[in-house]
């Protein structure tokens, strides 16, 4: 479950995109990217996905050099989870899952009884089975979402890229569809997601890697490394982090939310004093 990034560097044509990222996950988790738009998140993603090549620096998946893989022996590493979308035929829950084991058959054969398995499996463990036989385009977006993480799992790879797992999604379905994706971590998974919302992050992020003008910018668990001044540097914006249920829990309040004369962990925080 292990993914190491070491010194990586990439350009699209003149323009340098990433510059010298630096990290690695060791251990089942779930790693929250944080960043504002065009700051290099996707590109990060392409890269560490085989998708683009044409970097310098290394990125090994169990100790595999990702770029060397064939498209199969990857697609056993790390599978990608889109955002929720409308594909452009009505398939079956089922036959959207079982897309996710195309690595596992050759293209003059179909699944069978293995990959069939293997989907059941996925939508299982994700609370989907009884929708099996549904069109995905009549789906809501967290359920479409679920199914989009099940093919994934189909793939069975341990390596899950999320993008943006909970755009566009109500806020309810925010929170069962992340809650799902920690239940991942603790089953083995690695899940490696991209968020514009650092309240997730406090919530359910064991890692966080904010970037900065295509750079790491801090590195560490929410606790180490999520405070206002992080995030005035990230989004301009004054945010102050405020502890609750004696430190169990952090919320993020918009600074101008924050009552003139209100003392606590946020004032501090925002104040860039450390709490
Ligand atoms: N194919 C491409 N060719 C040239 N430049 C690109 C290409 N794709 C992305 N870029 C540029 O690279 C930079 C990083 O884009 P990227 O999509 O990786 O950012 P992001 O952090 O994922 O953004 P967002 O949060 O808005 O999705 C941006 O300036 C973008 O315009």
């Given at each position: 479950?292990?993914?190491?990034?070491d010194?990586?560097?990439?350009?699209?044509?003149s323009?340098?995109?990433?510059?010298?990222?630096?990290?690695?996950?060791?251990?089942?988790?779930?790693?929250?990217?944080?960043?504002?738009?065009?700051?290099?998140?996707s590109?990060?993603?392409?890269?560490?996905?085989?998708?683009?090549?044409?970097?310098?620096?290394?990125?090994?998946?169990?100790?595999?050099?990702?770029?060397?893989?064939?498209?199969?022996?990857?697609?056993r590493?790390?599978?990608?989870?889109?955002q929720?979308?409308?594909?452009?035929?009505?398939?079956?829950?089922?036959?959207?899952?079982?897309?996710?084991?195309?690595?596992?058959?050759?293209?003059?054969?179909?699944?069978?009884?293995?990959?069939?398995?293997?989907?059941?499996?996925?939508?299982?463990?994700?609370?989907i089975?009884?929708?099996?036989?549904?069109?995905?385009?009549?789906?809501?977006?967290?359920?479409?979402?679920?199914?989009?993480?099940?093919?994934?799992?189909?793939?069975?790879?341990?390596?899950?890229?999320?993008?943006?797992?909970?755009?566009?999604?109500?806020?309810?379905?925010q929170?069962?569809?992340l809650?799902?994706?920690?239940?991942?971590?603790?089953?083995?998974?690695?899940?490696?997601?991209?968020?514009?919302?650092?309240?997730?992050?406090?919530?359910?992020?064991?890692?966080?890697l904010?970037?900065?003008d295509?750079?790491?910018?801090?590195?560490?668990?929410?606790?180490?490394?999520?405070?206002?001044?992080?995030?005035?540097?990230?989004?301009?914006?004054?945010?102050a982090l405020e502890?609750?249920?004696?430190?169990?829990?952090?919320?993020?309040?918009?600074g101008?939310?924050?009552?003139?004369g209100?003392?606590?962990?946020g004032?501090?925080?925002l104040?860039?004093?450390?709490?």
């Open positions: 479950m292990s993914i190491q990034v010194r990586l560097h990439f350009s699209y044509r323009k340098q995109v990433l510059t010298d990222i630096t990290f690695s996950v060791e251990e089942p988790s779930l790693l929250c990217l944080l960043g504002p738009n065009g700051v290099g998140k590109t990060l993603f392409r890269c560490m996905l085989g998708l683009l090549t044409g970097y310098s620096g290394s990125i090994t998946a169990e100790g595999h050099h990702i770029r060397k893989l064939a498209p199969a022996q990857l697609a590493l790390v599978a990608y989870v889109p929720s979308h409308s594909p452009a035929f009505s398939y079956s829950v089922q036959d959207m899952v079982l897309m996710g084991t195309a690595s596992h058959f050759s293209l003059m054969s179909s699944p069978g009884r293995k990959e069939r398995g293997l989907a059941d499996e996925a939508m299982e463990r994700l609370g089975l009884h929708l099996r036989e549904r069109s995905f385009l009549e789906l809501s977006g967290g359920e479409r979402q679920l199914v989009l993480i099940a093919r994934a799992l189909a793939q069975q790879a341990r390596i899950l890229f999320m993008d943006e797992p909970t755009a566009n999604l109500d806020y309810g379905n929170l069962r569809v809650q799902r994706v920690k239940e991942l971590t603790r089953g083995g998974y690695t899940v490696i997601q991209s968020t514009h919302n650092p309240d997730q992050v406090l919530l359910f992020a064991d890692r966080v904010a970037m900065k295509g750079r790491v910018f801090a590195w560490g668990t929410p606790g180490e490394v999520m405070n206002g001044e992080l995030l005035k540097e990230l989004y301009g914006v004054d945010i502890q609750l249920y004696g430190g169990a829990v952090s919320v993020c309040i918009p101008f939310a924050v009552p003139a209100a003392v606590g962990d004032k501090r925080k104040a860039g004093v450390s709490g």
